[in-house]
């Protein structure tokens, strides 16, 4: 066979009847043995695995994820806040110098309006949102906030529900994006300065840092910098391929 | 069958949307494909039970990626083959640290890394395939398993093999012949595509 020959061979140039294919694999892949014991512990270790990393590697924009936790934790402070002032805890704020204030929560009969509570989803950023949060408590507490007891328990489990259904969408509400908007995408994470996740040896590359998880054309990807040449690397996370790889000058 | 890929389709789409139970009845299902891809590819159990494991948490976390376009059961088994093509790439480029020091002081010649192409055997499989593989050149034997059991498309059987894709090429098209001749003969092209995934 010469070079010209074997150049024109396509995959399935001189493929083998099905059947023989169908024997191959069954003896090859079909009769391979696992116990059920080797099964069982298998799976169950992936199980634990995910259980035990889902809020921190299923990640979508990583900036935005630690936002939503920093987010989800405020509402859970809220909530247990609540809490106490429903069994009629006093709360002091210590604002700082002459502009220390005293919050005191009595057994009443006001409710406790919506707009306390939505304070820390309203927020970009942890920092702006524990900015916020101290500034918006005095408005909040300029009457006596006082939430009956069972009141109180019926907004914390809301609450925590809230919270924990955030950490839990997270990754089923990943953003949908346009391949070609990746580049935009790219130059905005750098330009807010996020975190990147460092990794190895991944999908064949030696050295990159993982900027973000995002939806393309429904394809669960990863968004790469590979750190050999400092390009970007769009990659179908369950098999690997490369869906785009490009520059940040725009090419 | 159309009940069972019914099931399928069901418990894909509840484990998509988070639901533990389901995707463990899917991961337990699929394991037995998973491990033995892995086990020809890696070709030691205990090589297979890591990478096995590692292409269960790769389909767990692809799984909001699929969409049925293929069966289940094929991705899955493209997600297993790319996980062990990574760790054989990666395998190939970690230098080998392994001598073995005697009592008298002299060493054994180290070892130049992993080499890959011997990773696919065919010892344990039942005699008539075992028979036909040994008795094709091992390089032709490994092509044709790589590309028609694993389902490798030529530039990955060419990265991991360390040839050219003409050689690829050529020892499949020979292997495949000479196999026809063992096990039944060839198949008229033309018509219906043996397998998916070619990206040729």
Redesign the interface.
């Known amino acids: 066979?010469s070079?010209d020959d074997?150049?024109q061979?396509?995959?399935?140039?001189?493929?083998?009847?099905?059947?023989?294919?169908a024997?191959?694999?069954a003896?090859?892949?079909?009769?391979?043995e696992?116990t059920d014991r080797?099964?069982?512990q298998?799976?169950?270790?992936?199980?634990d695995?995910?259980?035990d990393e889902s809020p921190s590697t299923?990640v979508t924009e990583l900036s935005s994820r630690r936002r939503n936790r920093m987010s989800s934790w405020m509402q859970v402070a809220a909530a247990v806040a609540v809490v106490a002032i429903g069994a009629g805890v006093v709360l002091q704020l210590q604002t700082g110098g002459d502009d220390s204030m005293e919050l005191s929560v009595k057994q009443a009969t006001v409710e406790r309006s919506e707009g306390d509570f939505s304070l820390a989803y309203e927020e970009d950023s942890a920092d702006e949102a524990s900015d916020s949060a101290a500034g918006a408590m005095p408005e909040a507490t300029e009457e006596s906030i006082v939430a009956e007891e069972s009141m109180a328990s019926d907004d914390e489990m809301a609450v925590e529900k809230a919270a924990t259904a955030d950490l839990?969408v997270d990754?089923?509400d990943?953003p949908a994006v346009s391949i070609n908007d990746l580049p935009t995408l790219v130059a905005e994470l750098i330009a807010r300065e996020h975190s990147p996740i460092p990794l190895s040896?991944?999908?064949?590359l030696?050295e990159g840092e993982l900027l973000a998880e995002v939806?393309v054309d429904?394809?669960?990807?990863s968004i790469i910098r590979d750190l050999a040449d400092d390009t970007y690397l769009v990659l179908?996370?369950?098999?690997?391929d490369v869906l785009a790889k490009f520059e940040l000058d725009g090419q | 069958m159309a009940n069972e890929l019914l099931n399928e389709s069901a418990l894909v789409q509840r484990a998509q949307s988070g639901d533990r139970g389901a995707l463990e009845t899917l991961l337990t299902a699929q394991y037995q494909r998973v491990f033995a891809v892995c086990f020809r590819m890696m070709g030691s159990r205990p090589a297979a039970e890591d990478q096995a494991q590692e292409s269960l948490i790769r389909i767990s976390r692809g799984l909001a990626g699929f969409h049925g376009n293929a069966a289940f059961s094929t991705w899955c088994h493209r997600v297993a083959t790319t996980t062990c093509l990574d760790e054989l790439r990666k395998q190939r480029r970690r230098p080998s640290t392994t001598s073995l020091t005697h009592e008298d002081g002299s060493e054994d010649e180290k070892t130049d890394g992993v080499d890959i192409t011997t990773a696919i055997e065919w010892t344990d499989v039942r005699a008539d395939i075992r028979t036909a593989l040994d008795a094709l050149p091992v390089e032709f034997a490994r092509a044709v398993v790589m590309r028609d059991v694993l389902e490798l498309d030529y530039s990955e059987i060419a990265d991991i093999s360390g040839v050219a894709v003409g050689t690829v090429k050529s020892r499949i098209s020979r292997g495949r012949a000479m196999l026809a001749e063992l096990l039944g003969g060839n198949r008229d092209t033309g018509d219906g595509r043996l397998t998916s995934g070619d990206n040729q």
């Not at chain 1, 061979?9 to 294919?21: H, K, N, R, Y």
């Open positions: 066979m070079d074997v150049n061979l396509t995959p399935d140039d001189g493929a083998l009847d099905e059947v023989v294919i024997r191959l694999r003896a090859l892949l079909d009769e391979v696992v080797a099964r069982h298998a799976v169950q270790a992936v199980i695995q995910l259980d299923l839990a990754v089923a990943l040896n991944f999908c064949g030696d939806v429904g394809e669960l990807v179908n996370q369950a098999t690997c």
